[in-house]
């Protein structure tokens, strides 16, 4: 299944934080083009269609656009090969059947997305990303009333999966301990170390910072003199830091170092540092309690992604799918 989205890649429903509704990635988004073939080729009554599902018809002409703009996501080197894109066609189509067979369903539910449930969303979006909102459409150069109708599209079937395939699922209390004993590993909090550190930008200025430290001045008095970083008002305290977090000759030389010694000087990207570990926390096992919801979470995402898979298979094997043969398509302008 294609997986290149152009529409939605800066967005999701939930905007930059938050938790979007999972929607498993079995199926494309796409926008339906609204323009008419011309008439001395074809009646307006005899628009010419690539497939069916339950009588319901896939335009040429809709197929066409929704090819084309996935055809300008593909290395140049791949449209040569005709074979690959046989079957990127293919796939393209397969997607849009899929998307009608799931429009089928939400019509025969009687689910919608009503123009005022729309607008919550993007005001949603645009209260997360504020300016950067139409920033973002002129820097992708996309047209945001094309955007709009493809969020309603994705929101009509977020809203069809919650509805006839997640309602449904229900997680029992024996589950969850039993999916927790047999995943601790999962669960247990990562090694640390709470460390201050002085930050300078030359080597000199840390060198007088070292002598301080070698004199017996204390560590965060120093650090609030001289380091340059925005925890020196805090003394240097950088907090709790967990593996692979800090650049690699900083993680190296923490992660080694015992309680209240001071580390030499290490240099960086980021300047000539110092350091000192306050504290050192080892990986600890949380217990149910703690992490219950994280549990409860995992054991929902995976049921949502199998029992999806089971329904929309279920929707297709009702559905009567037929392709028309000898499909003539055009190749996009470049």
Same mark, same amino acid.
């Given at each position: 299944?294609?997986?290149?989205?152009? /529409?939605?890649?800066?967005?999701?429903?939930?905007?930059?934080?938050?938790?979007?509704?999972?929607?498993?990635?079995?199926?494309?988004?796409?926008?339906?083009?609204?323009?008419?073939?011309?008439?001395?080729? *074809?009646?307006?009554?005899?628009?010419? /269609? $690539?497939?069916? $599902?339950?009588?319901?018809?896939?335009?040429?002409?809709?197929?066409?656009?929704?090819?084309?703009?996935?055809?300008?996501?593909?290395?140049?080197?791949?449209?040569?090969?005709?074979? #690959?894109?046989?079957? *990127?066609?293919?796939?393209?189509?397969? #997607? @849009?059947?899929?998307?009608?067979?799931? +429009?089928?369903?939400?019509?025969?539910?009687?689910?919608?997305?009503?123009? #005022?449930?729309?607008?919550?969303?993007?005001?949603?979006?645009?209260?997360? /990303?504020?300016?950067?909102?139409?920033?973002?459409?002129?820097?992708?150069?996309?047209? /945001?009333?094309?955007?709009?109708?493809?969020?309603?599209?994705?929101?009509?079937?977020?809203?069809?999966?919650?509805?006839?395939?997640?309602?449904?699922?229900?997680?029992?209390?024996?589950?969850?301990?039993?999916?927790? +004993?047999?995943?601790?590993?999962?669960?247990?909090?990562?090694?640390?170390?709470?460390?201050?550190?002085? $930050?300078?930008?030359?080597?000199?200025?840390?060198?007088?910072? @070292?002598?301080?430290?070698?004199?017996?001045?204390?560590?965060?008095?120093?650090? #609030?003199?001289?380091?340059?970083?925005?925890?020196?008002?805090?003394?240097?305290?950088?907090?709790?830091?967990?593996?692979?977090? @800090?650049?690699?000759?900083?993680?190296?030389?923490?992660?080694?170092?015992?309680?209240?010694?001071?580390?030499?000087?290490?240099?960086?990207?980021?300047?000539? +540092?110092?350091?000192?570990?306050?504290?050192?926390?080892?990986?600890?096992?949380?217990?149910?309690?703690?992490?219950?919801?994280?549990?409860?979470?995992?054991?929902? @995402?995976?049921?949502?992604?199998?029992?999806?898979?089971?329904?929309?298979?279920?929707?297709?094997?009702?559905? $009567?799918?037929?392709?028309?043969?000898?499909?003539?398509?055009?190749?996009?302008?470049?």
């Amino acid at each position: 299944m294609i997986k290149t989205e152009r /529409y939605f890649k800066i967005f999701s429903s939930a905007g930059k934080s938050g938790r979007s509704l999972p929607v498993p990635g079995v199926f494309l988004c796409l926008f339906l083009s609204c323009c008419i073939i011309s008439c001395d080729k *074809f009646d307006i009554f005899s628009r010419p /269609y $690539v497939a069916t $599902v339950n009588g319901s018809k896939i335009y040429l002409e809709d197929y066409q656009a929704v090819l084309n703009k996935k055809i300008q996501m593909v290395p140049e080197e791949f449209r040569k090969q005709p074979d #690959a894109m046989k079957k *990127f066609e293919e796939e393209v189509l397969d #997607a @849009m059947i899929t998307e009608k067979i799931m +429009h089928l369903r939400a019509q025969e539910l009687k689910i919608s997305v009503s123009d #005022a449930e729309l607008e919550n969303k993007i005001q949603e979006i645009k209260k997360d /990303y504020g300016d950067d909102f139409t920033r973002l459409f002129n820097g992708e150069n996309i047209n /945001y009333e094309e955007w709009r109708e493809e969020f309603k599209e994705e929101l009509l079937l977020q809203k069809l999966i919650a509805m006839d395939v997640n309602a449904r699922i229900k997680i029992s209390e024996d589950e969850i301990k039993k999916y927790y +004993h047999e995943r601790r590993g999962n669960y247990k909090t990562d090694s640390g170390v709470r460390v201050a550190q002085i $930050v300078v930008q030359d080597l000199a200025t840390a060198q007088k910072a @070292m002598e301080r430290l070698k004199s017996g001045e204390d560590f965060s008095q120093v650090a #609030a003199d001289m380091s340059i970083g925005p925890e020196a008002r805090r003394g240097g305290d950088l907090g709790l830091v967990t593996r692979w977090v @800090m650049p690699e000759p900083l993680d190296k030389t923490i992660f080694k170092m015992p309680v209240n010694k001071i580390s030499p000087i290490v240099q960086s990207s980021y300047g000539f +540092h110092i350091f000192k570990v306050l504290e050192i926390q080892p990986v600890k096992e949380r217990g149910l309690a703690d992490v219950r919801d994280d549990v409860i979470a995992d054991i929902r @995402m995976q049921k949502e992604e199998s029992a999806f898979a089971i329904w929309l298979e279920e929707l297709k094997k009702k559905a $009567v799918i037929k392709k028309e043969a000898n499909i003539k398509t055009k190749k996009p302008n470049k």
